[in-house]
């Protein structure tokens, strides 16, 4: 009779091992072919989302819709939306479904009809606003820029020759009230830059592209992961000069210029 021979204990050892080391290698490079996917669905509903604010623009004689999350019909001393309904019409963090009845009451929804488009895949869980739009598109006119011609916007005509230069929305990853704040003529941030998509965020300009940025900065990294779920630190100066780069490009990309001298 012939005897049927088995595996030793040993060679299941050393399959199991080889196991190991093939997901131990293969699952990181997973992850990120996971993650530029999501960074790919991110980019694209910005890009929608830009196109419908562009349609938007384009329907109502160059008129920006009202970029203040929350803000439709008010007038308030950092702006006046009087008789402008908000792009988003309503702030209730803590309320999904009436996250989303905001979202279809607001005035850019009948030109992207899509609710899931104002979430990033990897946004927080139980909010379906991730996204918000620069201070600078009729959102918030501060103070600080309310006699600086051309930094806060309210038409269209009003970003040319330069559109290529002015960030509209940013990939904050959560649901914040009126818009994405930061200072004009202070260096530092308001509003802490958003991490997200591998240490960065995306944005979208006024001619309609998206980019992904990658933070440099490992004091911005820092300081963005700290205070991602703390609110705004509205005074944290970068440590690096790559950090100042970084809050310098926000700056000139919202407000089309800085309100001082860098001294970086």
């Not at 091992?17 to 980019?43: D, N, T, Y």
């Not at 818009?179 to 965020?201: I, K, L, M």
């Not at 309609?208 to 100066?237: C, F, L, S």
Request: aromatic share 12%; net charge neutral.
């Amino acid at each position: 009779m012939s005897m049927r021979r088995a595996f030793t204990l040993i060679e299941l050892l050393v399959v199991i091992a080889i196991i190991a080391i093939l997901m131990a290698i293969l699952m990181p490079a997973l992850a990120r072919a996971r993650e530029q996917g999501k960074r790919a669905a991110c980019m694209n509903n910005l890009k929608q989302l830009t196109f419908a604010w562009l349609m938007y623009a384009d329907e109502n004689d160059s008129t920006l819709v009202n970029g203040a999350t929350g803000y439709s019909n008010s007038k308030q001393a950092w702006g006046d939306h009087t008789n402008e309904l908000a792009w988003v019409d309503g702030f209730h963090p803590d309320d999904y479904q009436a996250q989303k009845q905001d979202i279809q009451r607001g005035a850019l929804f009948p030109y992207v009809k899509n609710d899931n488009l104002y979430q990033c895949p990897t946004g927080r869980r139980g909010q379906a606003l991730t996204y918000s739009i620069m201070f600078s598109m009729n959102a918030v006119n501060h103070p600080w820029v309310q006699n600086v011609r051309g930094a806060h916007v309210r038409k269209l005509t009003e970003i040319k020759p330069n559109p290529a230069l002015r960030l509209v929305f940013i990939d904050e990853g959560y649901m914040t009230p009126d818009a994405y704040a930061v200072w004009y003529s202070q260096e530092c941030w308001f509003d802490n830059p958003p991490v997200r998509h591998g240490d960065g965020t995306t944005v979208s300009y006024a001619d309609g592209r998206t980019e992904h940025w990658k933070w440099r900065g490992t004091d911005t990294i820092r300081h963005a992961r700290d205070y991602e779920n703390r609110g705004p630190d509205t005074a944290w100066q970068p440590q690096s000069e790559e950090g100042f780069k970084e809050l310098y490009q926000m700056q000139r990309g919202c407000w089309g210029r800085l309100g001082y001298s860098p001294t970086h």
